[in-house]
């Protein structure tokens, strides 16, 4: 038998959705009349922009026609999207990034998966708690991780709390640490991190020479004019940030895949022997050899948002989910719930009222109202005493759903 990974074996099976699923699943035997309405998930549910569809269909001919045909694409993406993201991501913000230093990919997900990589085994990786799991999981699978208490929490990663008392906004590291994940707008708390707090991380960062994964899956969220859009709208960061973004949740592209990386050339490591190493070029050589390229007419769906009429459209989605947001905190406070985010994410963080924890919360809302959210405390320790709501949903139920919990949870 061939020897396994063992890291894989130190991974924490991922109760949370299955416990979900085994909830709902029981109240749904125990009521079988009752109609559910599901508030946590983490996928869109509008349909994709006109403008996109247009390209889609328009690309499909393209690839069925012998003089406009395409086979393999460049692995890094074509630079018609790659200019497009260059100049109306960056550009139109005063931030430079030439389009060679984007990394056109099949999703932020998989890209903040494999971005570990490039990195020593022994690298010190930092993470915030509550988080996005996948950052945890990557780590574990190669082994940085170590092993995990009781309580889920792995010994060699460093946890940066994001509670109430500090605004969601994590501490700087209380010791030295290589890698440091940041997600804002933030999946779970909906939180987002002002410019002077974005600034104390690049600091932090080129003075203890450590890389920031900056994940700005959900930036089109983003409503308020002081936020930073990009980690690379701070001074310095060039020289020690990685972001990823996502097609994802800004234009309706869970299902239809399509994301990219921003490597800057200034951007170095350091070999064993201490001398600096382009991390540009090594996930350039990392790309180039695992990965084949997004399909050309994804490709020119996702050029497409960036057509007048696809911006438009793209916004006018948003917008709808925003609204959704909106609903749900306003339902929620009048109800007499603590409620943050929802303003600059589409991710809504409800504090549990005294005496209830995460799971206690989830179930309260699926007896009473029928309405299904996620427990905080399933993104870690520091999401107890949390529900996690979304703002994906279609208009109606939202609106029935901010109902029933008006009329129906006891609190
Ligand atoms: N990053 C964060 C923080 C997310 O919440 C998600 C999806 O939920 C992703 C990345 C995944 O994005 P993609 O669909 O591009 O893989």
Redesign the pocket.
Known sequence: MARVNDHYLELKSSYLFSDIAKRVQAFGDANPGARLIRLGI?DVTRPLPAAVIRALHDAADEMGRAETFKGYGPETGYPFLAEQIATHDYGARGVNVAPDEIFISD????D?ANIQEIFAPDCVVALTDPV?P?YVDSNVMAGRAGRADQAGRYDRLVYLPCTEDNGFSPALPGRPVDLIYL?YPN?PTGAVLTRESLGAWVDYARRHQAVLLY?A??EAYIRDPDVPHSIFEIEGAREVAIE?R?F??TAGF?GT?C?FAVVPKELMGRSATGAPVSLHALWFRRQSTKFNGVPYPIQKAAAAVYTPDGQKQVREAIDFYMENARIIRDGLVAVGLTVYGGRNAPYLWVKTPPGLGSWQLFDKLLNEAHVVGTPGAGFGPSGEGYLRLTAFGQRAKTVEAIERIKTRLKL
Not at 107 to 110: P, W
């Open positions: 983490g999703g932020a997900k998989s903040t996005y996948v997600c999946n994940d899956a959900y990823f996502s994802s949740k869970t895949r994301a």
